[in-house]
C-alpha cells in the first residue's frame, strides 16, 4: 500500500492481519477538539504526547516503509513493533520537532511483536509517560496517534471498544503487517505473526503505519502500543477495530530487551 501526496509520501505502512475470516492491519488520521472521559481536551492530550511519538523508516533488501514509535527514553531508547524493524538494515527516526536520526536496533521480541531500538546523536527527548492498562474498562476515551500512511503526527479518538482479545498477525502473502510491506501483497517472507494476549480493542481509527505508535488514555498516558487492525475480505483500511499490545506487557517486554542488550542511560 502506498499513498502519494503533494511531495510524495511512499511507503506507507503495511498493516498486521488477524488469521480467519477478517484481516488485520494498522494506523489512524485526524484530530477531534472534543473533550476526554478524564475532563482534558483531545487537542491538549495530543499537543502534550506528540513529543513522545516518532515516525520510523526503514529499509531492507526487499524494500522500503514506515511505523511509528514511543519513546522510553530522553537518550533515544524508543519502544515499536518487532514487525516493523524486523529484517531492516536502515532505520531512521523522525521526531515530532521534523529533526532525523538514524537508529539501531537494541533488540526486537517476535513473539510478544515488541522492538526496542535506539536514536543516536540525540538527547533530551521526551519520554512518554507510561500509564497501567490493567486500570482500563470498556467506554474509557483513547488516542490513537502515529504515523498512518506516512502521514506524520496523526491523532484519532475513540473508546476501548474491548479488552482481554487474543489476536494472530499473520504474515502470508497477501496479508499486511502495520508498519513495512517489504514484500508483495505486505508479507515479508516467511515471518510468522505474533499471537497476541489480552489486547485493547479500540474503534479510535487506526491504519497501515500506526504500529508501533501509541494508544493513549484521557490523562495523557500511553496504555498501549498499535499493533493491528480488522478488515473484511482484502480492504487495508479501518473500519473501527483496532488492537493494541496493552503498555503493560509491552513494558515488561521492553524492559527485558533494553537489559539483554546492556544499554543504559537517562530516563
Known amino acids: ?13 503495511g498493516a498486521v492481519v488477524l488469521t480467519g475470516p477478517e484481516s ?78 538514524p537508529a539501531t536496533i537494541l533488540g526486537q521480541d517476535p513473539s510478544t511483536d515488541i522492538a526496542v531500538i535506539k536514536a543516536g546523536g540525540v538527547s533530551g527527548l521526551k519520554p512518554a509517560t ?31 471498544s474491548a479488552l482481554n482479545r487474543t489476536i494472530n498477525e499473520g504474515s502470508d502473502e497477501g496479508q499486511q503487517q502495520p508498519g513495512l510491506p517489504f514484500g508483495p501483497g505486505g508479507g515479508r517472507g516467511q515471518q510468522q505473526g ?20 501509541a494508544l493513549v488514555n484521557g490523562s495523557g498516558q500511553v496504555i498501549g502500543i498499535n499493533t493491528a487492525i480488522a478488515t473484511t475480505g482484502s480492504g487495508s483500511g479501518n473500519i473501527g477495530v483496532g488492537f493494541a499490545i496493552p503498555i503493560n506487557s509491552a513494558k515488561k517486554a521492553a524492559d527485558a530487551i533494553i537489559a539483554d542488550s546492556g544499554s543504559v542511560g537517562s530516563a
Open 194 to 213: 505474533a499471537t497476541i494476549t489480552n489486547a485493547i480493542q479500540t474503534d479510535a481509527a487506526i491504519n497501515p503505519g500506526n504500529s508501533g505508535g
Open 1 to 13: 500500500m502506498a499513498l502519494a501526496l503533494g511531495a510524495g509520501a511512499a511507503g506507507a505502512a
Open 24 to 101: 488485520v492491519l494498522a494506523s489512524p488520521t485526524v484530530v477531534n477538539g472534543a473533550s476526554s472521559a478524564s475532563g482534558g481536551s483531545v487537542s491538549k492530550i495530543a499537543a502534550a504526547v506528540q513529543p513522545s511519538v516518532v515516525s520510523i523508516a526503514a529499509r531492507s533488501a526487499e524494500g522500503e516503509a514506515s511505523g511509528s514509535g514511543v519513546i522510553l527514553r530522553s537518550d533515544g531508547v524508543i519502544l515499536t513493533n518487532a514487525h516493523v524493524v524486523d529484517g531492516a538494515s536502515q532505520v531512521v527516526v523522525k521526531f515530532s520537532a521534523g529533526k532525523s536520526a
Open 130 to 160: 507510561l500509564g497501567d492498562s490493567g486500570a482500563l474498562v470498556v467506554g474509557d476515551s483513547v488516542l490513537a496517534m502515529g504515523s498512518p500512511l506516512g502521514l506524520d503526527g496523526s491523532v484519532t479518538a475513540g473508546i476501548v
